[in-house]
């Protein structure tokens, strides 16, 4: 019985669908205007949070060793340093790596500094675990033993990771903001096709037929308004976000910025379209059709 009935309501809500083609037809370009508008936004506030993360993973700790330091204590600062609360690696490297760099970013112009020319000092590169405590990691170790100076880009990369953390809550306030918008665009569309069907409502409700009886084909109809409105928007996003990741990967080639893979980025967002526009469009059409039932 729960079978049959099943299939009776599936034949009875395509049936209702192409019965009311355009109210059917209005339903879905909503749908779908919606769910393109969340789902570029979604993507466009994850890629710009993935840049950021990018750019903020590239923000380290620089610690100048004192000159005074033996292998022995410089063993045991970097061993204290990695014990640091927030510190994720500590990294040693000699004077002579670090004018090995300079001559590879300045050419060769301090070359004349190399054997015992060399005025720089031993140094330990710290990668910071939460970059927001950056500073906090800088100040503890500056009070080690052994530490001559530490550089972490001071109130430019406060400010900056300041900026990086008002994007974020910006974006997410945005995203929010953009699921409510749609919730709400697909119910008033869906409920628009409920009430123009009034009178078959009561014409089923006369017959006896039971409230769960009634709702189960609007409930469906929802259901395959919102899939219907995702394919499209689907189409789009995908098509759009391999065109734009392939520019955009050339214009960023050569920096440590990167966008979102697009696998399974694209699958993911993909995903949700659909799951947003079934679930808004059957639980907007049950909620809608609600008050048609009330004795």
Do not use: W
Not at 99 to 110: M, P, T, V
């Amino acid at each position: 019985m729960i079978i049959r009935n099943f299939f009776r309501h599936v034949r009875d809500a395509i049936k209702g669908l192409t019965r009311n083609g355009l109210l059917t037809f209005a339903s879905i370009t909503a749908v779908s205007l919606t769910l393109l508008l969340f789902s570029f936004s979604a993507s466009l506030l994850m890629n710009v949070n993935e840049v950021a993360s990018s750019v903020e993973s590239d923000v380290t700790i620089k610690v100048f060793i004192d000159v005074a330091a033996s292998k022995e204590d410089q063993n045991k600062l970097l061993d204290a340093i990695e014990k640091q609360p927030h510190v994720k690696k500590a990294e040693y490297r000699t004077k002579e790596q670090e004018l090995e760099d300079l001559i590879k970013s300045q050419g060769e112009n301090f070359d004349l500094f190399e054997d015992d020319s060399n005025p720089l000092k031993d140094t330990i590169i710290v990668y910071s675990d939460d970059p927001q405590e950056t500073k906090t990691v800088a100040k503890a170790i500056q009070s080690l033993q052994y530490v001559s100076e530490v550089n972490y880009g001071g109130a430019s990369v406060e400010k900056f990771l300041q900026y990086i953390a008002t994007t974020r809550n910006i974006g997410i306030g945005i995203l929010i903001a953009l699921l409510i918008v749609a919730v709400f665009l697909i119910s008033n569309t869906v409920r628009t096709a409920i009430y123009s069907r009034q009178t078959e409502i009561e014409i089923m409700r006369l017959v006896g037929a039971k409230n769960s009886y009634i709702r189960a084909p609007f409930f469906m109809e929802g259901g395959i308004i919102g899939f219907l409105g995702s394919i499209i928007p689907i189409i789009l996003f995908s098509g759009s976000y391999l065109f734009v990741y392939d520019r955009g990967m050339n214009f960023l080639s050569g920096t440590a910025m990167k966008l979102i893979e697009p696998f399974p980025h694209v699958i993911y967002i993909s995903g949700a379209m659909c799951i947003i526009g079934i679930v808004i469009g059957s639980f907007g059409s049950m909620f809608s059709i609600s008050r048609f039932l009330k004795y």
